[in-house]
């Protein structure tokens, strides 16, 4: 498999060198990078490119590896034996009835080959990784209610995301490739750009990219804006038709009636506005 840009989506060339690496050996594709550098949209990409259909696993902090593996529904069987002869008592016997399907059985038995999304992974408690070690490296696991172990047809392409919210379990890291998503330079932002705004003036394209970039690197900023942020405000800035002369106008390199859409954070709002000010004071 040869994965590599198309023209939805921009892959550089070592994100393209490690997501043909992970598929040819086989292991788990580790992808950490900021919150809004594509980490999802990579792996349905991924599946795209492959023509393969996608299992999409997002993890919440109260998530449970099991729950990927199947779930159990002892209540609902307990109650259901104790309407009696109202279900006639077919239904309860059968415990697989009561067994819900996680999103790695859904995976294992699919027919065909399917790429795996494990999304922001770092999201649950740090026993999570460790509880999936065995399950990723052999591609089964066994029921206990039942007593079969379910294995994979066809081995899935994992992708697990994370967006460094906690360290990994250094035994979870060692069956994975890694890839770490650096920031877009400004060169694979306009390629990026190109992509959702094909027709964006070369003037207008220059002059906000250069505020955008140099907002990024203000001192003392609490959240840098990400690919996608640049993304809205982009959209914003052709909505509202503005020029190259508009934004450099405006003085603090951004407008502020459009900055929400970069900054989503009050202490980071502040500190535009104090430059804001600081800008129009110097003219």
């Not at 399907?101 to 999304?117: D, P, R």
């Not at 079969?148 to 967006?163: C, G, K, Y």
């Amino acid at each position: 498999m040869i994965f590599q840009s198309t023209d939805s989506y921009v892959v550089p060339d070592d994100l393209a060198v490690a997501v043909n690496a992970a598929v040819t050996l086989e292991r788990p594709l580790l992808v950490k990078g900021e919150p809004g550098t594509g980490k999802t949209e990579l792996a349905r990409q991924v599946a795209a490119s492959l023509g393969l259909p996608m299992v999409e696993w997002n993890i919440k902090s109260t998530t449970k590896a099991q729950q990927g593996l199947y779930e159990y529904d002892a209540v609902s069987r307990l109650r259901d034996s104790q309407l009696g002869a109202g279900l006639g008592g077919e239904r309860v016997s059968d415990v697989r009835n009561y067994i819900r399907k996680g999103k790695l059985w859904q995976a294992f038995e699919a027919m065909g080959k399917t790429v795996l999304l494990i999304d922001e992974i770092d999201k649950a408690d740090i026993e999570f990784p460790n509880d999936l070690l065995q399950e990723l490296d052999r591609m089964e696991f066994h029921v206990y209610e039942t007593g079969e172990t379910i294995r994979a047809r066809h081995r899935p392409v994992v992708i697990i995301t994370s967006n460094n919210e906690k360290e990994l379990p250094d035994a979870f890291l060692r069956r994975c490739f890694f890839h770490y998503i650096r920031f877009p330079d400004p060169d694979t932002m306009r390629a990026i750009v190109a992509v959702h705004f094909p027709h964006i003036k070369e003037g207008l394209l220059t002059t906000a990219l250069t505020q955008f970039y140099e907002l990024r690197e203000t001192p003392g900023l609490k959240k840098k804006p990400s690919t996608s942020e640049v993304l809205d405000w982009l959209k914003l800035l052709l909505a509202e038709d503005l020029t190259p002369e508009d934004l450099k106008r405006d003085g603090a390199s951004l407008l502020p009636k459009l900055h929400g859409a970069l900054l989503k954070n009050e202490q980071d709002v502040h500190l535009f506005e104090r430059l804001a000010f600081m800008a129009r004071a110097r003219r």
